[in-house]
């Protein structure tokens, strides 16, 4: 949650999101690569 509110920034509070495409944007910024995800979570 705190990765998400910086992500969002300090001009938008967590209960102004209402669109999922602003949640699944942050999520896809979040996703590793396999080299990286070695426990593949």
Known sequence: M???A???GP????DEIRKKD???AFLDTRIKDTENDLDKR
Request: aromatic share 24%.
């Open 22 to 24: 602003q949640t699944l």
């Open 2 to 4: 705190i990765y998400f």
């Open 11 to 14: 001009d938008t509070s967590l």
């Open 6 to 8: 910086k992500w969002l």
